[in-house]
């Protein structure tokens, strides 16, 4: 299935430009149609920077979008007034313009697998090679030292300012932490919306927001990506800091439309296309179960009335298969009886749109519908924990990749070590810090195409297509000194640091199975922890690393000699 490319320098300049080209040819004949074309570009360059994690072009793109979709009403108010068509091609260049300082700015291509931390925080080092800027605005540098720390040691380089926006623009961290509890809540709005205004493609968070609606809907209203209340945890703040950093990967929508009219098809295709879903026209409902299993649509779009049959019909076929119930349903028809359009949907279906069709619209109702869909999925095949793929869906996803990987892929088992004196010594939930702190690591180091699964508790199983055994330990051994270095404070306020233990089973055979090299590797993992743990083992059981004396594997203070190993 397409994917969404993950290298804004290459798919964003030609949505822009296309967005510029649409415009123009707008301007030239301004018909109610053009319009359409223009307004679902900008719907789909908003998708495509929210799948990117873009925050701030998102912001600005969204904003572009209202006011579009504000002149939007085909066939009264076409051709627009001049004045508001002058006034929204000089937003569209600022964006534009915007978009492009972006992305130079940006280096997209940065390998996931290159070391981004130092032995100790950059502030002690000073070494910023590869690190992420971040900007954190507050009187109050004392009380975030701890979150300064973490962020440091998850490759971010933190300036310290008080309430003034650095002055150089080239120099923009693209991320701002805002600490509203030094600030009069009167002077929130215009706080946020002058480094806004500075700053339209950054990423804006405040803290310590009061745990009150109005406070925070003036906080987001006045220009704040997310605003993060006085009670949410430091871990909390990692998350968000770190998803506002990490893209994410996104198939295509994909749409199956049952239409048996040859037009109507094409007019929907044309519609979905334009806007970047995926479509398989289907005109036999015969072949519709075939067709959903080979296909796997998020979404099926049928027509009310098809050959032979309805598509009520076909919808209660549909839900008779298990692994089918909670696909949504959508008729569009031109079907206006109250009474039949009830029963349709409670036959099977989940909404009800009449012919005919608002191209925007109904961009717009599949879309949340499908968002909504994978969600649940989501849910069902991730950890709640780490966020990371379950155990179940962890071993369905090394299976697949095991069948297309070639030649080449490692499998490996990482497994915390003695993690039951974390829990024991200082609780569960600074045992949760500890687990979702090496899967946030393991997100940062991998690629796109890695799998990264939590198998249970505190072990960890990975898959690396196309990497061979002797790069494997390079990038593992790397991550097993980085997480030995994150220091954790514990209920008490003492500070510790925790070791991992990995075992790698290289896949080389092909009459190797899953169930094989998984043997191999947790075997490789046990002969790992059996040598006294912090190291790897490949499955053939010759050590690659051992534990090394770095001195960041002691407790701080110093004196304290009963570090967790």
Known sequence: MPNISHDPSLLLPKKGKNLRALWASYRADPVPERFVEFILQINN?????????????????????????????????????????????????????????????????????????????????????????????????????????????FGFHVLESTCEIPEVDNADPGIYLLDLEDRPENRWKDWIQNLRKRRPMSRIITLAAPEQFFAMHTALKAGADICLSKRVSLQHIMAQVLAQHTETEQESFRVLVMEDSPTNAYAIRQ????????VE?????????????????????????????TGVDVARVIRLHDEFLSIPIIYLSSETNVALQVEALRLGGDQFLTKPFNPVLLNA?????????????????????????NHISSKQALAATLGTCGEKMSIVMLDIDHFKQVNDRHGHLIGDQVIRSLAWLLKQRMRHTDIIGRYGGEEFVLGLPDIDSEEAVEVINRIREDFSRIPFKGASGVVFRVTLSAGIAMYSDAMDTL???????????YEAKHQGRNRLILAQG????E????????????????AIH
């Open 45 to 153: 360059l908003t998708d495509t920077l929210s799948a990117l994690a873009l925050r701030g072009p998102l912001f600005e793109c969204r904003r572009l979008e209202k006011e579009s979709l504000a002149l939007f009403d085909v066939g009264t108010s076409h051709p627009v007034d001049e004045a508001k068509l002058k006034s929204l091609g000089k937003r569209i260049e600022h964006f534009c313009s915007l978009l492009q300082h972006y992305l130079q700015k940006e280096n997209p291509q940065q390998d996931r697998r290159v070391p981004l931390l130092s032995a100790k925080p950059e502030a002690e080092t000073g070494n910023n090679h590869q690190r992420i800027s971040l900007c954190l605005m507050s009187t109050r540098g004392a009380h975030w030292q701890d979150l300064v720390t973490q962020l440091s040691y």
């Open 281 to 309: 026209i289907l005109h036999d409902p015969l072949e519709s179960l075939k067709t959903i299993r080979h296909f796997q649509p998020d979404l099926i779009l049928m027509d009310m009335y098809l050959r032979e049959c």
């Open 542 to 545: 010759t050590p690659i690393h």
């Open 365 to 389: 109702v599949i879309k949340s519908k499908i968002e909504r869909y994978r969600s649940l999925r989501s849910s069902m095949r991730n950890d709640s924990l780490t966020g990371l793929l």
């Open 515 to 525: 169930t094989v090299l998984l043997e191999r590797a947790d075997a490789a993992l």
């Open 271 to 278: 519609a979905l296309e334009s806007n970047g879903i995926a």
């Open 547 to 562: 534990q090394s004396n770095l001195s960041p594997l002691v407790l701080e203070p110093i004196m304290i000699k009963n």
